[in-house]
């Protein structure tokens, strides 16, 4: 008995410790249709994203993305796909810096925007 309360409190314990490491990116949402363009439903929720160094966690796709990461210059410096379903993505360890990360719905309006630190 005690040994089962044991084991559910240091996987709790080792839980706790490993998303303590891992930070959250809020993804907020731009709407390139403007205030005017005529959307009768609610915007998209906001989104956040796990970072633990290079590696990101994400809730599921509902459908294809493109991952754009923009420098301090606003130029593209890492550009991908994410299918739909998908649940992580890995940046390249090379990079480091402060960028703008983009993820754009193939045929949407809006896309999600947050920033990291690499």
């Known amino acids: 008995m005690y040994k089962k309360?044991?084991?559910?409190?240091?996987?709790?314990?080792?839980v706790?410790?490993?998303?303590f490491w891992a930070a959250q990116i809020p993804m907020s949402i731009i709407d390139k249709s403007?205030?005017?363009g005529?959307?009768?439903?609610?915007?998209?929720?906001?989104?956040?994203?796990?970072?633990?160094e290079i590696v990101f966690t994400l809730s599921a796709?509902?459908?294809?993305?493109?991952?754009?990461?923009l420098d301090e210059d606003d130029e593209v410096v890492y550009s991908d796909t994410l299918l739909s379903g998908s649940t992580?993505?890995?940046l390249p360890s090379t990079l480091s810096g402060n960028f703008e990360l983009r993820l754009i719905p193939f045929a949407s309006t809006?896309?999600?925007r947050?920033?990291?630190?690499?």
């Open 34 to 36: 403007g205030s005017d």
């Open 5 to 14: 309360i044991f084991i559910a409190i240091a996987l709790l314990f080792g």
């Open 61 to 69: 796709t509902p459908e294809d993305y493109t991952l754009v990461l």
């Open 114 to 118: 947050g920033y990291l630190e690499l």
């Open 38 to 52: 005529g959307h009768t439903y609610a915007p998209p929720r906001p989104w956040y994203i796990t970072q633990d």
């Open 88 to 90: 992580m993505f890995v």
């Open 16 to 19: 706790g410790v490993t998303s």
């Open 110 to 112: 809006y896309c999600y």
